[in-house]
């Protein structure tokens, strides 16, 4: 699976173009955020898509246990604050959701608008 990235730039070597390419994050990199939102650090740098893939990894058990150590977190803390986790996931999931009905309801008033002119 493709690790969603920062960008970095890098030169292709031949003509001295520079383009924009997505770098794979080194795992510890990711435990790194991993144990912040474990801590409940909002990672309000990341995009919200960085953001529930650092979730849903973390819901999912990837690396759980070294990022529970980087943050520093009592054997008997890291099911408190997984449950963080799911909440923060769950509320961007319900948000998600809603937005998807609302443009259906949009859309399915200008088809109605439609068909009655």
Same mark, same amino acid.
């Given at each position: 699976?493709?690790?969603?990235?920062?960008?970095?730039?890098?030169?292709?070597?031949?003509?001295?173009?520079?383009?924009?390419?997505?770098?794979?994050?080194?795992?510890?990199?990711?435990?790194?955020?991993?144990?912040?939102?474990?801590?409940?650090?909002?990672?309000?740098?990341?995009?919200?898509?960085?953001?529930?893939?650092?979730?849903?990894?973390?819901? /999912?058990?990837? @690396?759980?246990? %070294?990022?529970? =150590?980087? !943050?520093? *977190?009592?054997?008997? #803390? +890291?099911?408190?604050?997984?449950?963080?986790?799911?909440?923060?996931?769950?509320?961007?999931?319900?948000?998600? /959701?809603?937005? @998807?009905?609302? %443009?259906?309801? =949009?859309? !399915?008033? *200008?088809?109605?608008? #439609? +068909?009655?002119?």
């Amino acid at each position: 699976m493709e690790r969603w990235t920062d960008y970095a730039t890098k030169g292709d070597g031949s003509s001295g173009a520079v383009s924009t390419r997505p770098r794979r994050q080194r795992s510890w990199e990711v435990d790194v955020q991993r144990a912040r939102a474990l801590r409940g650090d909002a990672l309000e740098e990341l995009t919200e898509s960085q953001r529930e893939w650092v979730w849903r990894s973390l819901l /999912r058990g990837v @690396r759980l246990s %070294q990022a529970a =150590t980087l !943050a520093q *977190l009592a054997p008997d #803390e +890291t099911p408190h604050a997984l449950q963080q986790v799911a909440n923060c996931y769950s509320t961007l999931m319900d948000r998600r /959701r809603h937005e @998807r009905q609302k %443009q259906r309801d =949009t859309y !399915a008033h *200008l088809k109605e608008e #439609e +068909t009655r002119q």
